[in-house]
């Protein structure tokens, strides 16, 4: 996957962030190897993998709970999808985003 943005990306796995159980919707976990859970695993939303390489919800809508290792002050939010020449891989690209943000301290409500 090539970075368009040219911007750092806090929401990576190697930057540092993970997902969040209570905030993501749920996923296929019914494997009993840990290799195929991977596979549909949120973490995979959080890195830059090969394109196709994308985590699959389960029905047309969910969430995903992203924790960063550190407060961090967002500007501006990408998401990036695999451009491909299947029409179906376009059909599942997220069109709808509600980005919600929490607060640990009341002095980052000044920022």
């Not at 995979?44 to 699959?56: E, H, N, Q, V, Y």
């Not at 967002?74 to 709808?96: C, E, F, G, K, V």
Request: charged residues 15%; hydrophobic residues 40%.
């Amino acid at each position: 996957s090539v970075d368009l943005v040219a911007m750092q990306d806090f929401a990576l796995v190697t930057s540092g962030a993970f997902y969040i159980p209570l905030l993501t919707s749920q996923f296929d976990t019914t494997s009993s190897s840990s290799a195929d859970q991977h596979k549909n695993s949120p973490n995979l939303a959080l890195t830059m993998d090969a394109p196709g390489s994308c985590w699959k919800l389960p029905q047309s809508k969910g969430h995903l709970g992203i924790g960063f290792k550190s407060p961090v002050i967002l500007t501006h939010i990408s998401i990036d999808h695999p451009l491909t020449q299947s029409s179906n891989t376009m059909l599942n690209a997220p069109r709808d985003i509600v980005v919600w943000g929490f607060l640990e301290h009341d002095e980052n409500l000044q920022r």
